[in-house]
């Protein structure tokens, strides 16, 4: 059974740092590629950042690029994302999730695997 299980979420001011983490058993990790979506209160799923298998190839929404970044450790089945220079508008649930392909990473739909997400709340 897959699981993928996010960490790190939590309450931090603006301006403020937080890492995330999504922790995955049930697969082979390092066939996967895996992205940070988030979603808000009301609002639909936004991708974020994705990293093709290796990490090689990794790829950003505009509204994100230069804050966070996505990395993964496939000895450790584990995938990150540093999030800096945090805003107001950065609070949503952040989900992680797994594809078995390379292509169309910032679809939602390219996933079959998702975890249950981890609260980030930015105060201004």
């Known amino acids: 059974q897959v699981q993928l299980v996010e960490s790190g979420g939590g309450l931090v001011q603006a301006g403020g740092s937080l890492r995330l983490s999504c922790a995955a058993s049930?697969?082979?990790?390092?066939?996967?590629?895996m992205g940070w979506f988030r979603q808000a209160p009301g609002k639909g799923r936004e991708f974020l950042a994705a990293?093709?298998?290796?990490?090689?190839?990794?790829y950003y929404a505009d509204s994100v690029k230069g804050r966070f970044t996505i990395s993964r450790d496939n000895a450790k089945n584990t995938m990150y994302l540093q999030m800096n220079s945090l805003k107001p508008e950065d609070t949503a649930v952040y989900l992680c999730?797994?594809?078995?392909?390379?292509?169309?990473?910032?679809?939602?739909?390219?996933?079959?695997?998702w975890g249950q997400g981890t609260q980030v709340t930015v105060s201004s």
């Open positions: 990293s093709t298998w290796s990490g090689e190839s990794t």
């Open positions: 049930g697969l082979i990790f390092s066939s996967y590629s």
């Open positions: 999730a797994a594809s078995g392909s390379s292509r169309r990473l910032r679809d939602q739909y390219a996933y079959a695997y």
